[in-house]
């Protein structure tokens, strides 16, 4: 067997364990009246968020099955946050300074689920926005399963620095989707959007329990694992979706950066070693224009060819954007990579993260 064809073989190897580790598992749409057993209580952490919050509870306002109460914690905002809050008439109260051994999320979530009275309890980011069918189907969806379920919300990005952030949102689709986590003790969920029992909740700590670490979504999985209680994360295109990162590419660079380097430790080897593998040929393919003259040029302009086609099809479930970008997606691995420095740093040089204008200590 030659050399190109060795080559063009462990590339389409390496593209296809793309597919073993992306899963379609989306949340099925309630198309007919559910009634939940129980009252919904949704608690929405919010620092700095005067931009998002307004779309998050517009969403909320239309939905088909309202919810029981609206909390928003104010997380000591440095903007208009609390007044848009009061002013759509949803319970808004200010966090209660940051005691010792906490992280600024942690206590903000824990302070509002002790204000909550529901039975079933979703925690929400800022910026997240739901479809009028989200709370029926996501807690149908919920019902079904069992124990916790997250979902990773479909992104939605309007510009250029914003779109950067293809290969990141696929890696985590991989990290929370791939098969090999279905056993995984270390199990996680995704913090943007999370639908539990109040019961379960509290049998697993909620986020006392983890309420020094920084991959708190994470952390907070495992520990409903641990307590004998299902986790099960969805994709959410067609019912959930956010803007991440509206505020500028800084905030992209920390908002992706202060977990990236820690979170590969939480996933299972399967799950690491495929997802390495993908990026191995992902970045070789893309190297394919500096070796167009050389026997490597054609097996990795395929190469270049078959991972673009598998990007376009990944997006239809991942987020918008834009038209170039799967096509050039070159330009997002660089920011992968360069996030991953960062967060590399960050980690092992600072001891420390950035976050929405904290330094957050990797001990909390």
Sequence with gaps: MGFQTVLA?????????????????????????????????????????????????????????PPHEIIVVDDASEDRTKEIAESCGVETIENPPLPPGWTGKNWAVWNGYARSSGDLIAFLDADVRLAPHALESLLAARERTGGVISVVPFHHTEKLYERLALIPNILGIFAFTSPFEKNNPQKGLYGSCI????????????????????LDDLSLGANFAKAGIPVTNFIGRGLVSFRMYPGGIRSEVEGFGKGAALSAGKLSLKTVLLTAFWLVGLLAAEAAPFFLHTPAGLPLAAGYLLFTLQMI????????????????????????LFVMLYSLYRVLFVGRVAWKGRDIDLGG
Excluded at 195 to 214: M, N, Q, T
Excluded at 318 to 329: A, D, E, N, V, Y
């Design 313 to 336: 099809y990944f997006v239809n479930y991942t987020g918008r954007f834009g038209k170039w970008m799967p096509l050039l997606h070159p330009l997002s691995t660089a920011f992968f």
């Design 9 to 65: 073989v462990l590339l389409a190897l390496s593209c296809s364990a793309g597919f073993i580790l992306f899963r379609k598992n989306a949340v099925p749409i309630v198309r007919r009246p559910f009634s939940a057993a129980g009252k919904l209580s949704v608690i929405i952490p919010a620092r700095n968020e005067e931009k998002s919050l307004p779309f998050l509870l517009e969403s909320l306002r239309r939905q088909s099955l």
């Design 195 to 214: 639908f539990a029992k109040r019961a379960d909740y509290d049998r697993a700590k909620g986020h006392e329990g983890v309420k020094s670490e920084l």
